[in-house]
């Protein structure tokens, strides 16, 4: 077993802004497509539903990723780790950059996604192992700059990308910052989490990837097959069977390759759902809301961007904050009211026609994005205070696994809708000939019956999230609480 490395306060300060830097990089690109994509559709002659393999694609080998973290965590040195994880993202990044065709592009997003599904988890697991339980509310606070800033800039960025260069300037300009932030880690990374020789049940990962994948690929394909579509179906059929045999299997081996005996601490298990539903919320909005401005609008992708700024800048100034606040009064009434303000922001979206004045979305994104601040990194730092130190990593991971797939399934189902409704409401394709016009008019009104149906998923599962936040306790746990031995020393059954 390693030894940890004792910090001085200038060694963690920087070991801070290195890890900072390098993931906000890596999650910017979850996003960071978003207003891009009508101009890849073009491009490369690929449908909306195609397309957003961009996005969905990545989260999908991102979520598969996550649950491979916590096995790295406690197996590899945390530098060395960090810097591959790095390293990795730079080598996809560099192949976006270049990519002739959509499938070099797609392929430069999946191997970008296999850093970041790494990097993620390794700064919460971090930041949670270097800070003391009272403390962590601040201290995800800063995560939450990287996780909850970064997808909502990436619009705004994409935008201005867009409109001014070429879109693979969209990957060029994260290049010479990553080449810089792995020469630092070489200097300021240490290695902080305890590490052991074990090995890896390749059969829970080879489950995890297909179970999983087959999910993910079933909810993704039924924008361009339909419901009812064979492939469709037999994905999620086969995917939800595969994933039912990885979680019995992860259950009763001594060793589990996600250790999900996590999800028997309610305060963990209910953390975790409220910060996959705030996930599909915010991503999934994230996505459909720049199709809309673009099409609906006939918004450059720039202005569809720099619509979207007010909630990134509301996301970074509240961040810290609801940290800070959660340490001194805890996570129930921060995300009840957070969930409140995000239903009621979420619900005028219902309503969104083609000449929706464009400040009036800017104020409503804001204020959903302020709701979201409020329960994201709160939920999380109380789920993970409820754990036992020794079950951090493994809590991560899970927490982690659970958001992004349910985030990519989540905007998977907001893109099928917004396609499927559409497809099912537009205009025979005659009248494009005989009456243009027309044609024309009745397709922005099919399309924007698409657009009503993705934010009326989005809004119900907002109203769920309210329901659920009233379950949470009214002062956060501590992993102090929690006897250790109701989990064996890798998290085994609870007594």
């Known amino acids: 077993m390693s030894k940890t490395t004792k910090l001085s306060g200038f060694s963690k300060t920087m070991m801070i802004v290195v890890l900072l830097i390098g993931t906000f ?67 996809g990044t560099i192949l976006a950059y270049t990519a002739p065709t959509f499938g070099a592009l797609l392929a430069g997003r999946l191997v970008q996604a296999l850093g970041v599904g790494i990097a993620m988890p390794l700064l919460q697991t971090i930041m949670l192992t270097i800070f003391p339980a009272e403390s962590r509310g601040a201290a995800l606070g800063l995560t939450g700059i990287v996780i909850g800033v970064a997808p909502a800039l990436g619009p705004t960025l994409s935008g201005w990308i867009i409109d001014k260069y070429q879109w693979r300037d969209l990957f060029g300009m994260i290049i010479p910052i990553m080449v810089v932030v792995i020469i630092l880690a070489l200097f300021f990374m240490q290695p902080i989490i305890k590490t052991k020789k074990q090995k890896i049940d390749w059969l829970s990962l080879v489950l995890s990837t297909f179970g999983f994948g087959g999910l993910l690929f079933g909810f993704s394909s039924a924008g361009n097959d339909g419901w009812t579509s064979t492939k469709v179906l037999v994905s999620l059929i086969v995917g ?4 039912g045999l990885f979680i019995w299997r992860q259950l009763v081996i001594p060793k589990p390759f996600l250790e999900l005996r996590v999800f028997k601490i309610g305060e963990f298990t209910l953390s975790a759902v409220l910060s996959s539903i705030v996930m599909i919320a915010m991503l999934g909005v994230e996505t459909v809301l720049p199709l809309y401005l673009q099409i609906a609008h006939g918004m450059s992708a720039l202005h569809s961007g720099l619509t979207l700024l007010s909630g990134a800048v509301v996301m970074a100034l509240m961040s810290p904050l609801t940290g800070k606040t959660f340490d ?54 109380s789920g993970m205070n409820a754990l036992p130190d020794h079950l951090i990593a493994d809590g991560t991971a899970s927490n982690n696994t659970a958001r992004q797939v349910a985030s990519s399934i989540g905007s998977a189902i907001m893109i099928t809708l917004l396609t499927n409704v559409t497809n099912n409401a537009e205009p025979a394709k005659h009248l494009l000939k005989a009456a243009p016009l027309d044609y024309k008019q009745q397709y922005l009104n099919a399309s924007l019956d698409g657009y009503h149906a993705a934010f009326a998923f989005s809004l119900v599962f907002a109203v769920i999230g309210v329901i659920l936040t009233f379950f949470l306790k009214d002062h956060q746990a501590h992993s102090k609480d929690i006897d250790p031995k109701d989990f064996n020393q890798k998290g085994g059954d609870a007594a």
Not at 240 to 243: D, H, L
């Open 328 to 381: 001194v009064m805890g996570g129930k009434r921060l995300a009840t009211t957070g969930m409140v303000i995000l239903t009621l922001a979420t619900l005028p979206f219902m309503w969104l026609t083609l000449d929706t004045p464009t400040i009036y979305i800017v104020f409503l994104y804001a204020i959903r994005m302020f709701g979201i601040s409020m329960v994201m990194m709160p939920v999380t730092t």
């Open 25 to 91: 990089c890596t999650v910017l690109n979850q996003t960071l497509l978003a207003t891009a994509l009508p101009k890849l559709m073009s491009t490369f002659d690929v449908s909306t539903a195609t397309v957003q393999w961009l996005t969905t694609g990545f989260l999908m080998v991102n979520g598969i990723m996550i649950p491979l973290s916590a096995y790295l965590a406690t197996t590899v040195n945390t530098k060395w780790l960090y810097i591959g994880s790095m390293t990795i993202f730079l080598g």
């Open 240 to 243: 939800a069977i595969i994933t």
